[in-house]
């Protein structure tokens, strides 16, 4: 018995009951109290006989085989008695359930057991595993809940059990594992708050906990320590803001809050150039409040996305100096004013989506010419302007372009035909004139909606040829001023599943 739970009575007291309500010792192990090897032995065989195998990948654990050692997943510790250390049993496809006689394994460091379909519930009895280092079963079918025993488990550093179906509160007492490097419980069924001593917990690296069912506010002590790195409690009912301590961690780097109710406004501390945050995702909340800008901006924000939430002012042109950004994803926001020229200077940008606000003026000539873009969404704002007639070489890369629902005119350029990888092209609502080019022609076309535009004619050339849009799924046309006649080559199109041409003068 560990020093720790002798100096505690209750502790202990609670240890007997355990070791006195667990029945694989005493039916199955009569002649173990001094031969710790073979206790170990008929654990394993308890284990053993909990779960089903229908792979046969456990078949070297046979109750006449004596080397538990070398059992397939067994390792044990190098001691004069051997004991099993680790259990290392991933991707088996067993079935069945964990048993309490687990916990008389009393040298195991490592429960690893991902990846099979283990139901049921995890034994509480798992606490007198005072050694227990790492524990995972992630991937599996367990129910139940996270028993509070846990925190006996006080060499614990990795909990791991993401994707199952374990239910009820995060145990309050899983922060006296002091030693916790990884908790991660994404995808399950928990409920409650976020225990607040969690945060404060002195080893914490990453604290994964999204799509379950969350509630209460963030504990204000994460990121008190130096040791954070990864926060991810997205897709949970969170409700409260961020932190001050968390958006002004110097260790961290990884931030989603996605899919939550938060509030406030997004702290200044997570776009200075202070911090380390390379992922941020800030998306579906109700953060609200202007985008922060300083003159020191972050140079390590790689991703951003803060879209779908009640984000005001303007865009700040201090963005531009995030050197570092590859997607700013701000859409669904309350965002006013112009563009500012200053996102060109973004030297790899690639993803750049400002669609659903009140962005007015007209789009900055330098904006069409960031090469790296694959996205770019301007989709319902108050844009005016042309298209730049080169954008088809100027966005070498760009697969998808939305600029539906704003008052952009003048022609479609016919140099988006070199735009090779042109996958979504959207400008239906739009004052649009001219031909419509010869976009059959772009071979992973998959969208194309034109309609509520002003275009007079198509260029149908490219129909007829081999290397047509064979991918193009949907073309709308529609409520426009077409004119001339439909040509049958237009079956060529093998994947074409939707087709409005209405409200045109068209004819077959
Ligand atoms: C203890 O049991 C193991 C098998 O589990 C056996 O190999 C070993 O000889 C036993 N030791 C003693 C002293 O009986
Ligand atoms: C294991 O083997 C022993 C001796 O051969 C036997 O008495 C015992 O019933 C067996 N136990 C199981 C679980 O098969
Ligand atoms: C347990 O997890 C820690 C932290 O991730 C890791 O460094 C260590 O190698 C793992 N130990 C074992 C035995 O897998
Ligand atoms: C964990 O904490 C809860 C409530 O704080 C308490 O009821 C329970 O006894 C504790 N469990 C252990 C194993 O310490
Ligand atoms: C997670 O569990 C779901 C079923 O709940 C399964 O469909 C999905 O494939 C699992 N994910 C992984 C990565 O195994
Ligand atoms: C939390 O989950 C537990 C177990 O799944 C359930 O009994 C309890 O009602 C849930 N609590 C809330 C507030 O949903
Ligand atoms: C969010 O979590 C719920 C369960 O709480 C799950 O059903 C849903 O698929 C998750 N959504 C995403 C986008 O992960
Ligand atoms: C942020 O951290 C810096 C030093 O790392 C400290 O000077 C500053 O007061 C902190 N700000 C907040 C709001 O905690
Ligand atoms: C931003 O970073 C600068 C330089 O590291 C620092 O002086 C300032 O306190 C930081 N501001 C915020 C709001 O974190
Ligand atoms: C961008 O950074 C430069 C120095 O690196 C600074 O002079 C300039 O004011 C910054 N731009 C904005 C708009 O803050
Ligand atoms: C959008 O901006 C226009 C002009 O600046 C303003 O009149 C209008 O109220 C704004 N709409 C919204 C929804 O903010
Ligand atoms: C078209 O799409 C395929 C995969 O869907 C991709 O491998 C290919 O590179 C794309 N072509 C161009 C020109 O981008």
Known sequence: MPAAAVQNPLLALIIVVLVSSCSCVSSSAPSTAHNASESDRQALLCLRSHLSDPSGALDSWRNESLAFCDWRGVTCSSRRAA??????????????????????????????????????????????????????????????????????????EVISLWNNSIGGEIPSN???CSRLQEIVLSN?????????????????????????????????????????????????????????????????????????????????????????????DLSNNEFSGPIPSSSLMSSSLQYVSLANNHISGEIPAAMGNMSSLSSLLLAQNYLQGNIPESLAKIPYLQELDLAYNNLTGTVPASLYMISSLTYLGLGVNQLVGRIPGNIGHTLPNIQTLVMEGNHFHGPLPASLLNASS??????????????VPSLWALQNLTQLDLGENLFEAVDWSSLSSEMNSARLEAVYLDHNSLSGTIPYEIGNLINLNNLSLSNNQLTW
């Not at 099993?84 to 687990?102: D, F, H, K, N, R």
């Not at 702290?267 to 945050?277: G, H």
């Open 83 to 156: 004991r099993v250390a680790t259990l290392e049993l991933e991707s088996l496809s067993l079935t069945g359930q964990i048993p309490p006689c687990i916990a008389h394994l009393g040298f195991l460091t490592k429960i690893h057991m991902p990846d099979n379909q283990i139901n049921g519930r995890i034994p509480p009895e798992i606490g007198r595993l005072t050694r227990l280092r790492n524990l995972s079963l992630s991937i599996n079918s367990i129910t139940g809940v996270i028993p509070d025993t846990i925190s006996w488990c006080t060499q614990l």
């Open 174 to 176: 899983l922060s006296e």
């Open 188 to 280: 399950n069924k928990l409920n409650g708050t976020i225990p607040p001593g969690i945060g404060s917990l002195p080893n914490l690296k990453y604290l994964f906990l999204p799509s379950n069912n969350l509630e209460g506010s963030i504990p204000e002590s994460l990121g008190s320590t130096t040791s954070l790195s990864m926060v991810v409690l997205a897709n949970n009912s969170l409700t409260g803001g961020i932190p001050p301590t968390l958006a002004n961690c110097s260790s961290l780097t990884y931030l989603s809050l996605a899919a939550n109710k938060l509030t406030g406004q997004i702290p200044s501390a997570l776009f200075n150039i202070s911090s380390r945050v390379t992922f941020l």
């Open 422 to 435: 042109l996958e979504n092209l959207e400008l239906r609502d739009n004052a649009f004139t001219g031909v």
